[in-house]
């Protein structure tokens, strides 16, 4: 009796445990497509035995783990090339931006209008006594003023831009930081009670690569399944289930734009920003601090050379009216954002190099037209053009490193992927062929209890 | 090596975005015609570029104050040609004037006939271009030969010249003041025809043979000026030759520094709309091989 008993015992745990196995199977081939969900196995093995005679006899099947196929090393890596994708992305795209004023192959931007200045200096020395030539030089000049006026503008509303980015990114991480910090609890709970938190685990591990995307962390798991996630230089962002967020610190030296700052819980926030490696939030603090300031002191020295070399020219000359030592351009200020024509009267525009030549006299013209080729000495001995030129180069470089560092990264990262699919990515196939496989298995397990049932009915009917 | 189907569409999605980018590159470059337009392209060559269009600017700006000192000598050329008739018309008739059968009246006649080739010298003298005195130094502004009493004229120019700028430094000097010309510099051609307009009129014979050497002298000082005029333009046409040279070179550099190979952006577009249409081919027959096409 009890060997029959036993054999419907054993179908019924293969019925439940194929089941349990197609279910796995089941919630694999539905997240085919769910990103960060990392493939299930159900892990069989035999039930204990029972000691019998001659020998021990087998008791059936049961699932003993729902595995999750996982590579921690590939997934730091993806963590590490997430946070350099966010970071060269960020710098990218604010360069891409910048790099826009350069409008020279289409005959707009500064350099354009620096040779439409001097052609019309050019033009007042062929004609030096004709008013149309000089108006036409005060309005290029006022277009020069006008081009350097927008762009330091511009590039100033960049900055900002980026800093209200800043602003967004730190709030995006707080609120990743405290959905990770509440999927700590949850894990340490489930698997508390011996249970294996594998979505939730998926789950958790998506918003770390979000964060890693914003803001480079470090991530340590205790033994109640925890993580602990650190930044820049060992800042506890999460310990168990609490999380410090970061604030943005307005930085009184620096036009106040935010820094990142790291609040312990106890006593005043501390500027993290320096220790920031990686993520978006280093690639909008090395636009925003670094690659525009400097685009824009390149414009301030361009502009105060034009202004001051043309200024100390012209104020040597004569106008039409006999005006001398007047100044072309504003004296005052003589930044890209400031640079403006100080002359309003096209007669003031001193052509003549001599007080009695006037009105035909274009020698002082001349020689402002030759600045045009002059080593200027406040742009270490080279043309407005050349310095202008090394500019544009300057921030192309930096355009096109960024743009080569996102493609690299980008390889880098998408072969990651592919190793972090290899591992964890459900197969369509693999999970069909399970199906059959299960599928069979319960088949079969479902036969031995009509088996079962059976041999119950023969030894029933002996008693007739 | 598992292959999981994310991977099969990862690498999908990813060749797809491949193939797309580099098939908006290619009509981006056909559309523009430009292989370089922005610095991040090549920030060497969009250097080059910046370069190019400041040299070509200057250049083409040259050719134009060329052309604008040209147009000047041409009418200084044209007046000093006309000097030349007035007075080789007045030597003519200083020499009737001079044979001894011409009378006291026969004299004052010709002097009325000098005196307006006088005027008319005085006109020319005041040449203006556009509004510009071309013979009055710098004070372009003024005419600058006044008539006064007496046939006397008086030079109110001054000795400045006005240059353009054909090179780096390299100017030429488009006017020539009226003091070299009619003043000066071997001798004032106004006073000359003043002392022969006054032996005119007073029969004086010695003083007509001092006017003919006057107006000899004249003349020979006016073929001195278009002398120089002459050589003026020869530079001023030389230096447009080359300019336009230079400009012609400038013109081919930026073109190689800034323009797309158009075949070869065409056929890279062909080409890879050949592996766009590839690609989704093979992705088809990727998922036919699927088991799922088996399972019935």
């Given at each position: 009796?009890?060997g029959i008993s036993q054999l419907l015992g054993i179908g019924q745990s293969g019925i439940f445990a194929f089941q349990r196995a197609l279910s796995v199977t089941a919630h694999n081939v539905s997240n085919v497509n769910t990103e960060g969900y990392a493939r299930q196995e159900a892990i069989v093995s035999e039930t204990r035995p029972q000691?019998?005679?001659?020998?021990q006899v087998g008791t059936g099947v049961q699932v003993t783990q729902i595995h999750r196929s996982f590579d921690t090393?590939v997934d730091?890596?993806l963590?590490?090339?997430?946070?350099?994708?966010?970071?060269?992305?960020?710098?990218?795209?604010?360069?891409?931006?910048?790099?826009?004023?350069?409008?020279?192959?289409?005959?707009?931007?500064?350099?354009?209008?620096?040779?439409?200045?001097?052609?019309?200096?050019?033009?007042?020395?062929?004609?030096?006594?004709?008013?149309?030539?000089?108006?036409?030089?005060?309005?290029?000049?006022?277009?020069?003023?006008?081009?350097?006026?927008?762009?330091?503008?511009?590039?100033?509303?960049?900055?900002?831009?980026?800093?209200?980015?800043?602003?967004?990114?730190?709030?995006?991480?707080?609120?990743?930081?405290?959905?990770?910090?509440?999927?700590?609890?949850?894990?340490?709970?489930a698997e508390?009670?011996g249970q294996q938190a594998n979505d939730l685990r998926d789950q958790?591990g998506r918003?770390?690569?979000?964060?890693?995307?914003?803001?480079?962390?470090?991530?340590?798991?205790?033994?109640?399944?925890?993580?602990?996630?650190?930044?820049?230089?060992?800042?506890?962002?999460?310990?168990?289930?609490?999380?410090?967020?970061?604030?943005?610190?307005?930085?009184?030296?620096?036009?106040?734009?935010?820094?990142?700052?790291?609040?312990?819980?106890?006593?005043?926030?501390?500027?993290?920003?320096?220790?920031?490696?990686?993520?978006?939030?280093?690639?909008?603090?090395?636009?925003?601090?670094?690659?525009?300031?400097?685009?824009?002191?390149?414009?301030?020295?361009?502009?105060?050379?034009?202004?001051?070399?043309?200024?100390?020219?012209?104020?040597?000359?004569?106008?039409?009216?006999?005006?001398?030592?007047?100044?072309?351009?504003?004296?005052?200020?003589?930044?890209?954002?400031?640079?403006?024509?100080?002359?309003?009267?096209?007669?003031?525009?001193?052509?003549?190099?001599?007080?009695?030549?006037?009105?035909?006299?274009?020698?002082?013209?001349?020689?402002?037209?030759?600045?045009?080729?002059?080593?200027?000495?406040?742009?270490?001995?080279?043309?407005?053009?050349?310095?202008?030129?090394?500019?544009?180069?300057?921030?192309?470089?930096?355009?096109?490193?960024?743009?080569?560092?996102?493609?690299?990264?980008?390889?880098?990262?998408e072969q990651l992927e592919n190793r972090w699919v290899e591992v964890s990515g459900v197969s369509l196939d693999e999970e069909l062929v399970n199906m059959i496989k299960y599928q069979r298995a319960f088949e079969a397990s479902s036969r031995l209890i009509v088996m079962g049932d059976e041999l119950l009915q023969t030894?029933?009917?002996?008693?007739? | 090596m598992r292959i999981a189907d994310q991977q099969l569409f990862g690498l999908l999605q990813g060749r797809f975005?491949?193939?797309?980018?580099?098939?908006?590159?290619?009509?981006?470059?056909?559309?523009?015609?430009?292989?370089?337009?922005?610095?991040?392209?090549?920030?060497?060559?969009?250097?080059?570029?910046?370069?190019?269009?400041?040299?070509?600017?200057?250049?083409?700006?040259?050719?134009?104050?060329?052309?604008?000192?040209?147009?000047?000598?041409?009418?200084?050329?044209?007046?000093?040609?006309?000097?030349?008739?007035?007075?080789?018309?007045?030597?003519?008739?200083?020499?009737?004037?001079?044979?001894?059968?011409?009378?006291?009246?026969?004299?004052?006649?010709?002097?009325?006939?000098?005196?307006?080739?006088?005027?008319?010298?005085?006109?020319?003298?005041?040449?203006?271009?556009?509004?510009?005195?071309?013979?009055?130094?710098?004070?372009?502004?003024?005419?600058?030969?006044?008539?006064?009493?007496?046939?006397?004229?008086?030079?109110?120019?001054?000795?400045?010249?006005?240059?353009?700028?054909?090179?780096?430094?390299?100017?030429?000097?488009?006017?020539?003041?009226?003091?070299?010309?009619?003043?000066?510099?071997?001798?004032?051609?106004?006073?000359?025809?003043?002392?022969?307009?006054?032996?005119?009129?007073?029969?004086?014979?010695?003083?007509?043979?001092?006017?003919?050497?006057?107006?000899?002298?004249?003349?020979?000082?006016?073929?001195?000026?278009?002398?120089?005029?002459?050589?003026?333009?020869?530079?001023?046409?030389?230096?447009?030759?080359?300019?336009?040279?230079?400009?012609?070179?400038?013109?081919?550099?930026?073109?190689?520094?800034?323009?797309?190979?158009?075949?070869?952006?065409?056929?890279?577009?062909?080409?890879?709309?050949?592996?766009?249409?590839?690609t989704a081919r093979s992705a088809n027959r990727l998922f036919e091989n699927s088991l799922l096409n088996f399972l019935k």
């Open positions: 009796m009890s000691d019998d005679r001659p020998g090393f730091q890596q963590l590490a090339s997430q946070e350099q994708l966010g970071r060269f992305n960020a710098s990218h795209g604010a360069l891409t931006l910048v790099e826009g004023l350069f409008g020279d192959s289409n005959d707009l931007g500064l350099g354009h209008d620096l040779n439409e200045l001097f052609n019309a200096f050019q033009d007042v020395a062929n004609n030096p006594a004709d008013l149309p030539s000089r108006s036409v030089l005060l309005a290029k000049s006022q277009t020069l003023g006008a081009d350097f006026n927008r762009t330091a503008a511009t590039l100033t509303d960049q900055r900002q831009a980026l800093d209200r980015q800043v602003a967004d990114t730190l709030t995006e991480v707080n609120g990743l930081l405290g959905q990770i910090a509440g999927l700590n609890a949850q894990i340490a709970q508390l009670s958790r918003l770390i690569k979000d964060l890693g995307e914003r803001i480079d962390v470090t991530t340590v798991e205790d033994r109640t399944g925890q993580l602990t996630v650190f930044a820049g230089r060992g800042q506890i962002l999460i310990d168990k289930n609490t999380s410090y967020g970061l604030i943005g610190l307005p930085a009184g030296s620096n036009s106040g734009f935010l820094d990142v700052g790291y609040n312990p819980g106890n006593g005043a926030p501390v500027n993290i920003s320096s220790v920031v490696g990686s993520g978006r939030l280093r690639g909008l603090l090395d636009a925003r601090d670094q690659a525009i300031p400097r685009l824009l002191r390149s414009l301030d020295t361009l502009a105060a050379a034009v202004a001051t070399e043309i200024n100390r020219q012209h104020r040597l000359g004569f106008g039409l009216d006999g005006s001398t030592g007047v100044d072309f351009f504003s004296a005052s200020g003589l930044t890209a954002g400031t640079f403006a024509v100080a002359l309003t009267d096209p007669k003031q525009i001193a052509a003549s190099a001599t007080a009695t030549g006037v009105p035909g006299n274009n020698a002082n013209a001349l020689a402002v037209v030759d600045l045009q080729r002059a080593a200027i000495a406040s742009l270490a001995g080279s043309t407005f053009n050349d310095y202008y030129r090394a500019t544009a180069a300057d921030v192309g470089t930096a355009a096109k490193d960024a743009a080569q560092h996102v493609q690299a990264e980008e390889l880098i990262h030894i029933l009917s002996l008693k007739r | 975005q491949q193939i797309s980018q580099r098939i908006l590159l290619a009509q981006q470059q056909i559309a523009s015609q430009k292989e370089v337009s922005r610095p991040s392209d090549d920030p060497n060559t969009f250097g080059q570029i910046i370069s190019d269009k400041s040299d070509l600017s200057r250049a083409e700006q040259r050719i134009r104050n060329v052309e604008f000192g040209a147009s000047r000598l041409d009418a200084a050329d044209s007046a000093l040609a006309t000097v030349n008739q007035v007075l080789s018309r007045i030597k003519e008739l200083a020499v009737q004037a001079r044979s001894d059968t011409a009378t006291a009246s026969d004299r004052s006649l010709i002097a009325k006939e000098v005196r307006e080739l006088h005027r008319q010298l005085v006109q020319v003298a005041n040449t203006e271009v556009n509004g510009t005195s071309i013979f009055a130094g710098t004070k372009t502004d003024l005419a600058p030969f006044v008539l006064g009493p007496g046939d006397t004229v008086q030079y109110q120019g001054n000795a400045e010249t006005q240059s353009v700028e054909v090179g780096n430094g390299q100017r030429i000097q488009i006017t020539v003041p009226g003091n070299v010309i009619f003043t000066g510099p071997s001798m004032n051609l106004f006073d000359g025809l003043r002392d022969l307009l006054a032996s005119l009129e007073s029969n004086n014979g010695t003083g007509i043979e001092t006017g003919i050497g006057d107006v000899d002298r004249a003349l020979v000082q006016v073929a001195g000026t278009q002398g120089t005029i002459g050589a003026l333009a020869n530079r001023l046409e030389s230096t447009q030759r080359s300019l336009d040279d230079v400009s012609d070179l400038i013109k081919a550099a930026l073109s190689r520094h800034e323009d797309a190979d158009l075949a070869k952006a065409i056929s890279d577009l062909t080409g890879q709309q050949l592996a766009l249409e590839a």
